[in-house]
């Protein structure tokens, strides 16, 4: 049950509300947004709302159960409020939503919350971006547990993997760069394939502290898994990860590390069932 402050209140009960709704995005950076369906700008707690007409939200579904609430926000991309470079690079990813309704002639009478949740899945069509916001009710249908695997579960120098990637992180200067996910360095002469699956992060250009795993490597070539936000640049630098391909040989052969292997290597696969299956009904 929510409780309203008694003027806001009594300004819901009159005959005629004017209301407004709000969004209130938190970066886990810190950085806050508001937007307001209003036709001009509120303040609210000393935090500017936008007023946005191109910044909509569908309906709030809610119920008694503990079933996820369902709401889309979607809005126009503008550059000096959410750019499409700042949704590629993830500034916007599990950033906090609140949604409320306040009285735009006096805001200081309160709030009525609607939702609260985090972003979820951000894609961009056609020059607008569309949000799914994710109640706290969605935290109860995260799976909890682990699922067996023929790969590693654990990622590459984390606290179950344990190997030390002190010595396997390598400083770089981009040396040329044909497009936002391609760049080279021709000082780069590891064997091909170390930095596959890895991470790649800018220390400086446009894309400073912007990171992007690394699909595929070869000496002097790094190719990433998506583009960068910003075009790269000759003279930008960046620093490099080694990466892991989850494999059990790769992790004894490579790394030497198999008490730490977090997956079931010798479990018998699909193809091993199907294979016995062919066998049993030649019988």
Not at 49 to 76: I, R
Not at 98 to 117: C, I, K, S
Request: charged share 20%.
């Amino acid at each position: 049950m929510k409780t309203l402050p008694p003027a806001f209140a009594a300004h819901l009960a009159s005959e005629t509300a004017t209301l407004a709704t709000c969004w209130k995005i938190t970066r886990r950076d810190g950085h806050i947004l508001g937007f307001t369906n209003h036709d001009a700008d509120l303040v609210i707690d000393a935090q500017l709302y936008q007023a946005s007409s191109g910044f909509t939200a569908t309906a709030v579904a809610t119920s008694a159960t503990l079933s996820a609430d369902d709401l889309d926000v979607e809005g126009v991309l503008d550059a000096e409020a959410i750019s499409e470079a700042d949704l590629m690079a993830g500034l916007y990813d599990y950033a906090e939503v609140e949604v409320f309704e306040v009285n735009y002639t006096d805001p200081a009478q309160g709030r009525l919350p609607l939702t609260f949740g985090w972003l979820g899945e951000v894609s961009v069509r056609d020059g607008r971006f569309v949000a799914e916001i994710r109640s706290l009710s969605q935290r109860l249908q995260q799976r909890i547990g682990e699922l067996y695997s023929p790969t590693c579960r654990a990622s590459l120098g984390d606290s179950r993997c344990k190997v030390n990637m002190a010595s396997r992180r390598f400083s770089g200067s981009v040396t040329g760069a044909p497009s936002r996910h391609e760049l080279t360095d021709t000082a780069r002469s590891e064997p091909a394939g170390r930095f596959a699956y890895g991470k790649l992060t800018f220390t400086s250009g446009a894309n400073n502290g912007l990171s992007m795993e690394v699909r595929e490597y070869t000496p002097g070539k790094i190719t990433l898994a998506l583009p960068m936000p910003h075009p790269c640049s000759i003279g930008d630098t960046y620093l490099i990860e080694e990466g892991c391909d989850r494999l059990f040989s790769t992790c004894i052969n490579r790394f030497a590390n198999a008490v730490n292997f977090r997956g079931e290597p010798h479990v018998p696969g699909l193809d091993r069932m199907l294979e016995t299956s062919a066998t049993r009904s030649t019988w």
